[in-house]
């Protein structure tokens, strides 16, 4: 990023209808270059439906290769609209074998990069072991005209060793696609704890890195067993410190914008060096999942 | 922690008098006991002004061994209030050899474990690398009577490694002595940035552990060459989601009080199974300070 980043973030509400998601995408980005941003950021699962909120075999068929539609798709919306777009498609790449893959289209068109979810989620409502397989190629930014993407996926937002890993392959901003929604059943105290939280641990990650970091939410109710989930929306941008830039609406379609500052965090790490001070001699029980101590 | 626990962040200006900061610090456990709690947290150097402002051999002298003159003080004010008290006190090992260590004293005046701070900070005004020798036993809980003590000390605050590894080893609360403040030449803006910085990502830690946490701070002013630092005091308690249960004032001495839920931890871990989704195979690069990577 070696000058003056116009960002932006998409929040719309894919749904069922397949045509009418990527026409909500379309107006959502042609707003965004409207509004003179160089970087667009999508909700997770950009043109789909959230279909994993049952366990259904049928709904593979969704899934596509890459390249393929999708790439097409958002590659001629980055070369007409001159944008570098990051979304998330349901990726076929081999038979019985899925994954939840963000891509990042350059402005010219082409695909710059893509990076394979992580961490996934299982529970009710968000079956997403059944359908996609974790990424293996860890955590490694995307070389793009608009800096050097640490590009990770919803579920991914919790952990901070995602966030670092980016961080240290020398990220220069953190980007969330999501899909990440309520029980609308909820009592509402419970319901903006957990909406406070999922900004807040995100904003941490940005402080902690001295990063700025976005986050492009869905919109809408997805009905599954029993219930449904109303997605969150929420979409935000902050910056280095944490300081929230720019906040969309828990239901309205919206594009928020703000603009990042080259060399701002080059400035905050000299001031607070956390990168200096890590003591990786002391980090090994990070790398283990199950350690024996003795608890006396 | 297996019952309700009433927890207390005392926060109070520990000068150049050294027998005033005891008169100070007894104070507000004092007040702690009488209001009820259990476990009270104290300022980083709980006892000491903060000398770390300018690099003096003849602080060295103000160090003192482990079992010690400190750890007395703190152990008669355990026993006699009833409390379990975290502080840090300048911890003389050898000749040499020094440290910035936190100690926990039971209730009944015994000690029940120290943590050595890990992340130690270097910078104009805070020139602790001059003075401490960082702590090589990990991040491990401290048992008491109140539960399992994570136990860090004040740079740690801003290394989500840390936290994750009491997280890791059990801990059921994360508690941060701390001496932090603001150049009060600063613009307010920038000063109000690092101030809900240094919250939110601790808040931030308390999210993706699912844990409580608390941090106590110091407040009043430090000269050092060419100014001063003013501590921010701002001491504050969170709950396991990120939400503030309680947080002290920037300039006044005070005693917060929360109670924390037994329990809670694990009822959320179960509804955001953050623990069981870790990719620690992916995670290697966690445990390097620098990699070779290929910038192309």
């Not at 072991?129 to 050097?148: E, L, N, V």
Request: charged share 25%; proline share 6%; hydrophobic share 40%.
């Amino acid at each position: 990023m070696s000058r003056l980043l116009r960002l932006a973030v998409c929040q719309y509400e894919p749904g069922q209808d397949l045509a009418a998601n990527r026409t909500a995408c379309r107006a959502t980005l042609e707003e965004a270059a409207r509004a003179g941003a160089q970087l667009a950021l999508l909700p997770e699962l950009s043109l789909l439906p959230y279909f994993c909120a049952v366990q259904d075999p049928r709904h593979f068929d969704l899934a596509e290769t890459i390249p393929g539609p999708g790439t097409d798709f958002l590659a001629e919306a980055a070369k007409s609209l001159g944008l570098v777009i990051v979304g998330t498609l349901f990726e076929r790449r081999a038979a019985g074998l899925y994954h939840n893959t963000a891509v990042v289209l350059e402005r010219d068109g082409s695909l710059a990069g893509c990076y394979r979810k992580l961490h996934v989620p299982q529970e009710p409502g968000y079956e997403e072991k059944y359908y996609f397989t974790p990424g293996s190629a860890g955590c490694t930014p995307i070389d793009t005209s608009c800096g050097r993407l640490g590009v990770l996926v919803c579920w991914d937002q919790w952990f901070p060793e995602a966030a670092r890993l980016q961080t240290l392959a020398e990220a220069e901003l953190l980007l969330y696609p999501s899909a990440i929604g309520w029980d609308p059943d909820e009592q509402e105290a419970e319901r903006n704890r957990q909406l406070e939280a999922w900004i807040t641990v995100q904003r941490g990650h940005a402080i902690a890195n001295c990063l700025p970091l976005a986050a492009g939410n869905r919109i809408g109710r997805q009905a599954r067993p029993g219930g449904s989930c109303l997605f969150w929306g929420s979409s935000f941008i902050s910056g280095p410190q944490g300081e929230l830039l720019a906040r969309a609406s828990e239901t309205r379609e919206a594009v928020i914008l703000a603009e990042l500052e080259p060399g701002r965090s080059e400035q905050l790490r000299r001031t607070w060096p956390f990168l200096r001070d890590r003591r990786v001699d002391a980090y090994q029980d990070l790398v283990l999942r199950d350690t024996v101590h003795d608890p006396g």
